[in-house]
């Protein structure tokens, strides 16, 4: 907390030196004028950032909250081909893939999510104005307009409430006008080739006209490799969009969007010795470091997903208003195997547990606002949303039984979950602008929320849950434009999350295991205080912020923790990541800036610091001292000693006062670029991207998961034409070539099976085979390749 209030004072004081220095940048303007036109002609100004982040387009520098703007430009520039990479060039964002080829995961703020907990997320994601899933945006990157990421809880204006922020994804529009297109190709060392492209038709000049855009990628995905395999790990994308836009009229306006997306990946699990972690560990077969970029099963991890979505959007304005609709469809195939041999115990031999999971969502938002001000100061939205989804997964478990060490069969259980979610929400946002220098907004969300779940396993169902909630948020902000160049604001909103139901343990839940799978609601109330400032004639934007979140019930998913696992062979230890609603603060401060320092030279960049902290909850834990505080986990217990910690319970519980994130608590990005004319209507440029990250513990109850501090460069240099109408680039990713383990596992590897049992060999008991390998993530190795894109037309 000292260090939060520290950095807090010091964005406080940042605050105040800037208010002086643009007090004394205005009083030498008025000093020695000089016409606005002269300033004009000099060109050398930060370029201004157009956000829709309160469904309007306005400048960045009049929103009054923390948002981040990557623009299309942007992405091509930095060569930035996976939507997860658009968090090395916004600080304290988190966008990760897990090996499933499935599994999306967003953090902002500090605020964790985990998708395995069922939950909506932390951070929501929309496209084209329409809620989405983050798989769907996930899985290709192409054609961009511009991403928004909004810091903050959301939902008072747009789609469901998020505690953390929102990201906003804009694909680019079809062009009324002009006949154009672009094609984009890149290859690299790496095995990695992606080409994208679009070409825009005008059908009818200035009323109706068609976008046409696709994508194919491949590449290597992590580049892991198995010992045991003679397979390749790899990631094959095709994807195609088509934008149809009629604007019959300057009164109406409609468009519809639909896209397709095929994926598929094969890869393996990585891992490294447990004995380079802990030198007392027993020796490995080999020897596996995590720079080895190795895995140990037979097989190999193999999903496929399929997606198709439609978005509609009309608009219609009539007497100083306008009606605005926007609605959308998703259908999406998830297949998979995986390898559940883990601990390779049986050599040469691999089985698969199996997962088919269908589902489909659509959105629905009707809004109407103003098009002029209401007495010239009211800005008004008001509307319903409305989102229906229903998913169905089939998964295949499958577990070996054992004679004697040999293998005799593979048993098979099909379980199957079924889940549908409905949410209604009416919502009204106004904002009072008095005067032309202050700005007074507030809004409500009134939510109606209904889900339901059936859980079946061998055919039987085993457990169905149904529940309802109405809660309220709102949002409340005031701004105020000190000068020209200087904004003032401060808001505090918040936001509610609906409490999931875990799936994962199929026995008889007791009263425990039931508080620790069937969640409550989740509440929390946020506090933002900042200013934006663009100073020396506008060649420096710098924006900061402070905030202060405090959560009552967090959803919160614990490390992988030991419980009494119930089998129709008896007891075992079984592992699971239980969840917790917590008591939780965050604190931290957010700042972005941008340096116009030449006509050749700019900087940009940012900097966010955020520290969440569990305030004495109560979480499902590993407590084998029977302190009631939770171990550091480095081995799992054998059943005797879990037995003794639980007291007579499935899992022991304790009361937990420690970090809530497993990020670091700050990073920050750099990017420079410099160009030099090299001949008419052609420019040279070195452009870099330099994101550091501290050390970091991580899941602080898992010894082996501490983190070092590390950056990763990247280098881009090449020729352009002035117009944009080609650019030639090389670039090197990880220039100096980092290596870094991002995680590690808890536990070493196993594989349980069943073994029959002496004299009958009619019944099993449950064991286990523990490998002398854990899990691991490492740093993507250097890249170096080439990339062209060629435009014309209207692009």
């Not at 829709?52 to 299309?72: F, H, I, K």
Request: glycine share 8%; charged share 20%.
């Amino acid at each position: 907390m000292k260090k939060t209030r520290t950095l807090t004072w010091v964005a406080g004081a940042s605050l105040m030196v800037i208010a002086s220095a643009a007090q004394a940048q205005q009083a030498q303007d008025q000093a020695k004028p000089s016409s606005p036109q002269a300033q004009a002609s000099d060109g050398l100004v930060i370029e201004e950032v157009v956000v829709t982040a309160r469904r309007r387009s306005e400048s960045l520098q009049d929103v009054p909250q923390t948002v981040n703007a990557v623009t299309g430009a942007d992405l091509e520039k930095l060569n930035i081909q996976k939507f997860e990479d658009v968090a090395s060039v916004v600080p304290g964002l988190t966008l990760s893939t897990a090996n499933t080829g499935y599994t999306t995961v967003a953090a902002i703020r500090g605020a964790p999510f985990q998708a395995e907990t069922g939950a909506n997320p932390t951070v929501e994601f929309y496209l084209n104005d329409t809620l989405a899933s983050s798989l769907f945006l996930f899985q290709s990157t192409y054609d961009i307009g511009q991403i928004e990421v909004l810091r903050g809880p959301q939902g008072t204006l747009r789609g469901r409430a998020s505690p953390s922020g929102s990201i906003t994804v804009t694909t680019r529009k079809p062009d009324m006008e002009s006949f154009g297109g672009y094609v984009s190709a890149s290859d690299s060392d790496q095995r990695s080739r992606n080409i994208n492209g679009a070409v825009n038709i005008p059908i009818v000049r200035d009323q109706l006209s068609l976008r046409i855009a696709g994508l194919y990628d491949d590449n290597d995905y992590d580049q892991v490799h198995s010992i045991n395999s003679s397979l390749n790990p790899y990631s094959r994308t095709k994807s195609g969009r088509a934008s149809l836009r009629f604007e019959p009229s300057d009164t109406f306006n409609a468009s519809i969007v639909y896209q397709r997306i095929d994926r598929k990946l094969q890869s393996f699990d990585q891992v490294q010795s447990y004995s380079l972690i802990n030198p007392a560990a027993a020796a490995s077969p080999r020897l596996i470091r995590a720079s080895d970029r190795l895995g140990i099963t037979d097989g190999a991890r193999r999903s496929r997903v399929k997606q198709d979505m439609v978005i509609g959007q009309a608009s219609l304005k009539f007497g100083g208003q306008v009606l605005n609709y926007v609605g959308s469809y998703n259908e999406t195939k998830i297949d998979t195997q995986t390898p559940s041999d883990q601990a390779n115990f049986f050599a040469n031999l691999e089985y698969y547990q199996t997962l088919d999971a269908p589902a489909s969502a659509e959105v629905h938002e009707l809004r109407l606002s103003n098009q002029d001000k209401l007495w010239g100061m009211i800005d008004y939205t008001v509307g319903v949303f409305h989102t229906d989804n229903d998913g169905r997964s089939a998964l295949v478990a499958r577990t070996p039984v054992t004679l004697f060490g040999s293998l005799v069969t593979v048993a098979e259980t099909p379980i199957v979950s079924l889940g549908a979610a409905k949410e209604t929400s009416v919502f009204g946002n106004i904002t009072a602008h008095l005067g032309d220098k202050t700005e007074l907004a507030g809004g409500l969300r009134r939510i109606d929320y209904e889900s339901s779940s059936d859980l079946q396993i061998n055919g039987l169902s085993s457990l169905k849950t149904n529940r309802s909630y109405s809660p309220t948020v709102y949002n409340l902000s005031i701004s105020h434009r000190l000068t020209d160049d200087i904004t003032v604001y401060a808001n505090t909103g918040s936001s509610w999350r609906a409490g999931p139901f875990l799936v994962g343990i199929f026995q008889p839940l007791s009263p425990r295991l039931q508080k620790y799978m069937d969640l409550k609601p989740e509440k929390s109330q946020s506090y933002e205080g900042g200013v934006k400032t663009e100073l020396f004639d506008r060649r420096l934007r710098l924006n900061v912020a402070a905030f202060h979140q405090k959560f009552d019930g967090f959803i919160y998913r614990g490390s992988l923790t030991p419980y009494v696992q119930q089998t129709n062979a008896g007891q075992n230890v079984g592992l699971f990541n239980f969840a917790s609603n917590v008591d939780a603060e965050i604190n931290g401060v957010d700042i972005d800036y941008a340096i116009q320092a030449s006509h050749r030279l700019s900087i940009s960049g940012g900097f966010s610091y955020a520290k969440g902290k569990i305030k004495n909850s109560t979480v499902a834990c590993q407590d084998l001292d029977h302190n009631g505080q939770v171990d550091a986990v480095s081995t799992t217990p054998t059943l005797a000693e879990l037995q003794a910690s639980t007291g007579g319970e499935a899992v022991a519980e304790c009361k937990l006062s420690g970090r809530l994130s497993t990020s670091p608590n700050w990073s920050f990005t750099v990017v420079p670029e410099y160009s030099l004319p090299v001949r008419d209507g052609m420019n040279a440029f070195v452009r870099g991207l330099l994101t550091y990250y501290p050390k970091n513990q991580q899941d602080v109850f898992n010894l082996n998961d501490a983190v070092d501090a590390y950056g990763m460069v990247n280098l881009y240099a090449g020729l352009r034409d002035d117009r944009g109408a080609w650019e030639l680039s090389f670039f090197a990713k990880n220039v100096t070539n980092t290596g870094q383990a991002l995680n590690n596992g808890p536990s070493v590897l196993a594989t349980t099976y069943q073994a029959l049992r002496p004299p009958t060999f009619r019944t099993t008991a449950a064991a286990q085979f523990n490998s002398t390998y854990v899990s691991t993530r490492y740093t993507a190795p250097r890249e170096v390749g080439i990339s062209l894109r060629y435009a014309f037309g209207s692009r």
